[in-house]
């Protein structure tokens, strides 16, 4: 199947710095991609629209001036963490689709944050 | 707001068949019922999707009942690779630019013992 690939897949950071995490298709295009976040041992959360040449569109409580999403090309969206706390440690997942088929919407390996 | 209900947690043993249920009661007529399962610290992995009929593919088999309202998920012969929490999704269409926009449960830990 198609692959998305994540980048990096760990990262740790001081606290108030930027952090900024890489999502890749790597053999296909995607015009849209898909940001995620999970805590540990909960479930994934949704949080945001990636869109190629357009502003992202982010769900309703997660703050688009604290993660920024940029979606320049066709094959990468990145998500950076601005000014990270320690409470925005998580796993950061990303997906992408190949196509318009459910079998056709990949998910990432992830990315998974830590800020001291 | 995930729309489903499912167990927390099961225990299948090795080469059985793992059955996990999902209840999904106030479930539309033009809302799919879809399986992912992630495996510790990795991303989701797509697994089957239905509608009415029950479905089958090289991973898994999918019954929903005649209602509904509930569905499960089959793994026909259970592997230790097959540990993962399972997450049953309910939503609308099967197509179009929002399909990526999923609303994941709790999920069911699915664990697979030797």
């Given at each position: 199947g198609a692959v998305v690939s994540q980048h990096p897949s760990r990262v740790i950071c001081k606290s108030g710095t930027s952090v900024k995490i890489e999502c890749r298709s790597l053999d296909f295009q995607a015009t849209t991609m898909f940001w995620y976040r999970q805590f540990p041992k909960q479930s994934l959360m949704l949080m945001a629209t990636s869109n190629e040449g357009s502003k992202a569109t982010y769900e309703q409580g997660v703050e688009k001036d604290k993660f920024l999403i940029n979606h320049a090309s066709l094959t990468l969206s990145t998500l950076t963490v601005t000014s990270a706390h320690p409470e925005d440690s998580s796993f950061y997942i990303c997906s992408a689709r190949?196509?318009?088929?459910?079998?056709e919407l990949f998910f990432g390996e992830g990315s998974r944050l830590t800020v001291l | 707001d995930a729309k489903t209900t499912q167990p927390p947690s099961m225990d299948c043993a090795e080469g059985r068949a793992a059955n996990l249920p999902c209840n999904?009661?106030?479930?539309?007529?033009?809302e799919y019922v879809y399986w992912y399962r992630q495996i510790h610290s990795q991303g989701p992995q797509y697994i089957i999707h239905g509608l009415k009929n029950n479905e089958t593919n090289e991973m898994a088999s999918l019954i929903i009942t005649e209602d509904r309202k509930s569905s499960t998920l089959i793994l026909p012969h259970a592997t230790l690779r097959d540990t993962a929490v399972y997450y049953c999704i309910v939503r609308v269409a099967n197509r179009g630019s929002t399909l990526g926009r999923l609303y994941f449960g709790r999920g069911t830990q699915l664990t697979v013992w030797p």
């Open positions: 190949s196509g318009p088929e459910i079998g | 999904h009661s106030t479930i539309s007529g033009n």
